[in-house]
């Protein structure tokens, strides 16, 4: 779990300046700088933690959109940009995070999740293709993006080291700490690291390149032992968040760097909704419901909609089978 308060001291802040080889006035255009940080997260032994992304990978592209440039049929969204090659910029053996700037609110999609091992590319020369019906009815409702960033995402050797760097325990996969990953929008995956490489649990499949997205965060199993400490580096977002609730029992990451409150994040959810926070003993997960204005724990009452938490929740409920939206604030970070 997000163990520590997240490290984002002034000391650790710096400027990450992006400098897209293209033409000339392409350039001159898309040339920008970005602060970042890193977050560092205590990872207990015979806990069950959190690690989650905060801070993201390196832009590889950030680029103004015009009202053309985004189109949609159905749930099929298209977003074309003339001076960007996304053939030569994009692999299609990687995953990517294309990030839409609404205004100061961010809509983060995934694209080629499966691409490490079925390469399924959903771009063309100039055009980016997906199909993703909340983003669709958003643009329905007269939304229009401002500009897009495009990042790789990060794989899980990327965030835990192929020679597991932060140390957790290694070995088989009944003895070493169990990572949990999403690798599809539905479905956890378990993997382990065998004291070279990181497998699937219960095979002897490497799955070092699978992706791990910054709204998914890592949920690891630790045995006895130490505890350890994880540190993730990366470009600090200071815009609003707004993410997907399927309509399941879903572990999500607000994609901020710094703790905020349920008060902070006013989630629009179903009443019948709980979310589940990391505020007990080591941060262990909370069960809190919204009940006459405020956000209270299940078991004794106590209203919890001002206390900080790191990251990482949960939301489960059964009302409703259409899949929200629910805006994170970052107020707490453009105020500083």
Not at 101 to 107: I, L
Request: charged residues 20%; aromatic residues 8%.
């Amino acid at each position: 779990m997000f163990m520590n308060p997240v490290h984002c001291l002034p000391a650790c802040f710096c400027t990450c300046a992006l400098f897209p080889l293209f033409s000339a006035p392409l350039q001159a255009e898309t040339a920008y700088s970005t602060p970042c940080g890193y977050i560092q997260t205590d990872l207990y032994a015979k806990q069950s933690n959190y690690l989650g992304l905060g801070v993201h990978p390196e832009a590889l592209m950030q680029h103004t959109l015009k009202t053309g440039n985004v189109t949609q049929s159905g749930s099929k969204v298209t977003i074309t940009d003339p001076d960007v090659n996304f053939n030569e910029l994009m692999d299609e053996n990687s995953a990517y995070i294309l990030a839409l700037h609404f205004g100061n609110e961010v809509v983060a999609l995934s694209l080629n999740r499966d691409g490490w091992k079925k390469p399924a590319s959903c771009w063309k020369e100039h055009e980016i293709e997906i199909s993703d019906s909340l983003l669709a009815e958003f643009l329905k409702k007269g939304n229009s993006p401002d500009f897009y960033v495009l990042r790789k995402a990060r794989t899980l050797d990327d965030v835990l080291g192929a020679d597991n760097q932060f140390g957790l325990k290694s070995g088989s996969s009944m003895s070493a700490d169990t990572v949990s990953i999403f690798n599809s929008a539905t479905t956890q995956l378990a993997a382990y690291h065998s004291g070279n490489e990181w497998r699937r649990k219960g095979s002897t499949e490497n799955i070092g390149a699978m992706p791990v997205f910054s709204h998914e965060p890592l949920v690891i199993a630790r045995k006895a032992g130490s505890d350890v400490t994880a540190v993730v580096i990366g470009e600090v977002s200071l815009k609003h968040q707004k993410l997907v609730v399927p309509s399941f029992n879903s572990i999500l990451h607000t994609r901020l760097p710094l703790a905020q409150t349920l008060a902070e994040m006013a989630p629009e959810l179903p009443t019948d909704a709980v979310v589940n926070i990391p505020i007990g003993d080591k941060n262990a997960m909370v069960k809190v419901t919204y009940q006459k204005g405020a956000w209270k724990r299940q078991d004794n009452g106590t209203d919890v909609s001002n206390i900080p938490f790191h990251g990482a929740f949960s939301v489960y409920y059964e009302s409703s089978k259409t899949p929200a939206h629910i805006t994170v604030s970052s107020k707490h970070i453009t105020n500083q």
